[in-house]
Structures are given as C-alpha cells and as structure tokens.
C-alpha cells in the first residue's frame, strides 16, 4: 500500500479542489461516488485497493473524511461550494474558537467574520485545536467565539469531523482574543475595515 499520509493528500486533492480533473461526479454535498474516488487513486497507486481507502477513511480519530451510502466526501475545506446538509446544531457549544494572527482578529472584533476565500468560516471545538491553526509566528493567537449567544442571534452551525462550520460570526458574538496583548479593542481603536476580507455567503440546505 502507498503511504497513508500520501492517500490522505490525494483525498483532499480530489474531494476538496479538484473533482474535476479526476472525472468525479460530485453532488450538491460534495459526495463522489466510491468506484470513481477508487479509480482516481488508482490512477496514482495501482497498488492499492479499495478496502485500505475505507480503511482510512472509516479509521478511528479520522475526521477529514465521510464514507455512507451517498458515497465519499470531504468534511470541510473546499475550495468550492457544498451545501450543508443535516441538522444544525441546537444547541451549539456555549464557545468556539478560530485560530487566526493579532492584526487579524482584532479585525473580526469589529467587523465580525466572513468566510474570506472559503465558503464558510471554520471553527475548532477546542482552544488547543484552533492554535494549532493559528498563523502567528509567536504565541498562537486564538479567537473565542461566542458561539450560543450567536446561535440566540439566527447563526446556524454544522458539525463536521473536529470542525464546525458556519455562514458568518457578527461582531457581537466576538469574545476574548488569546494570544494577543489586549482583549478585543473598541471601535473608535480598531484598524480599518479593508484589513478583513470578506468571501461569497453560500445557502444552506437540508438533505
């Protein structure tokens, strides 16, 4: 078998970016049939079977990848848009966190936060995991989300795998910046709104 890691890779490759130049079929909620994602791998490592590709994707503590009767698909992290499918939670967590820089997330504190360059914005079950995703160079710098009082206020969250996904935080559910020298600052002491980018909102959906 090739290495795991380097499946894994190709996975997210083809789940996640590109579909089509694997010839997959995706639907609305980013599923792919079996057979294709099997022949798709292949094409890569003819050595490996379709038993160690559910092998991986249905291994315990693997949570990038979904495998049921709709077919194969990734969790989160596409560079196109899925619709969500399921139930929201209800409810959420009472908090959520975002592993981001300072000058960004004393941004989010003012404006809120928008999905950017993705189609949702992705949020950690726990503080130690969004540092893991944070993209300061020094101390991990995470936003706490405040995510039931963002649920009170019509904001809808999915859970996928160890990620959760949502359509946008507003700046009144910004909590605690940590990692940063300072709390989330007023708006009068805020840098200016083009330091935040904003993505495409997608809909939502129910299977």
Same mark, same amino acid.
């Given at each position: =078998? +090739?290495?795991?890691?380097?499946i894994? @890779?190709?996975?997210? &490759?083809?789940?996640?970016h590109?579909?089509?130049?694997?010839? &997959?079929?995706i639907?609305?909620?980013?599923?792919?049939?079996?057979?294709?994602?099997?022949?798709?791998?292949?094409?890569?490592?003819?050595?490996?079977?379709?038993?160690?590709?559910?092998?991986? *994707? @249905?291994?315990? @503590?693997?949570?990038?990848? !979904?495998?049921? $009767?709709?077919?194969?698909?990734?969790?989160?992290?596409?560079?196109?848009?899925?619709? =969500?499918?399921? $139930?929201?939670?209800?409810?959420?967590? !009472?908090?959520?966190? =975002?592993?981001?820089t300072?000058?960004?997330?004393?941004?989010?504190?003012? $404006? %809120?936060?928008?999905?950017?360059? #993705?189609?949702?914005?992705?949020?950690?079950?726990?503080?130690?995991? +969004?540092?893991?995703?944070?993209?300061? #160079?020094?101390? /991990?710098? *995470? *936003?706490?989300?405040?995510?039931? @009082?963002?649920?009170?206020?019509?904001?809808?969250?999915? +859970?996928?795998?160890?990620?959760? &996904?949502?359509? $946008?935080i507003?700046?009144?559910?910004? %909590?605690?910046?940590?990692?940063?020298?300072?709390?989330p600052l007023?708006?009068?002491? =805020?840098?200016? /709104?083009?330091?935040?980018?904003?993505? #495409?909102?997608?809909?939502?959906?129910?299977?």
């Amino acid at each position: =078998m +090739a290495n795991t890691s380097r499946i894994s @890779k190709l996975l997210s &490759l083809m789940l996640r970016h590109r579909p089509d130049e694997f010839g &997959l079929e995706i639907d609305a909620y980013g599923y792919a049939p079996l057979d294709q994602v099997v022949q798709g791998v292949q094409e890569r490592y003819a050595e490996v079977a379709e038993t160690e590709i559910v092998d991986l *994707v @249905k291994a315990p @503590k693997q949570y990038r990848f !979904e495998l049921n $009767e709709f077919g194969i698909r990734a969790l989160y992290g596409h560079s196109f848009f899925v619709d =969500m499918d399921g $139930e929201p939670m209800d409810p959420p967590p !009472e908090q959520l966190y =975002m592993g981001t820089t300072r000058s960004a997330a004393q941004g989010f504190a003012r $404006e %809120g936060i928008s999905p950017g360059d #993705r189609y949702y914005v992705h949020l950690s079950l726990t503080r130690e995991a +969004a540092e893991s995703h944070s993209h300061q #160079r020094d101390t /991990p710098c *995470v *936003v706490e989300i405040l995510a039931a @009082k963002a649920h009170e206020e019509g904001c809808r969250f999915f +859970a996928r795998g160890a990620v959760v &996904l949502t359509e $946008e935080i507003p700046a009144s559910c910004i %909590g605690p910046i940590h990692g940063s020298q300072q709390q989330p600052l007023g708006v009068a002491q =805020m840098p200016a /709104p083009g330091d935040v980018s904003y993505g #495409r909102k997608p809909r939502f959906s129910a299977r």
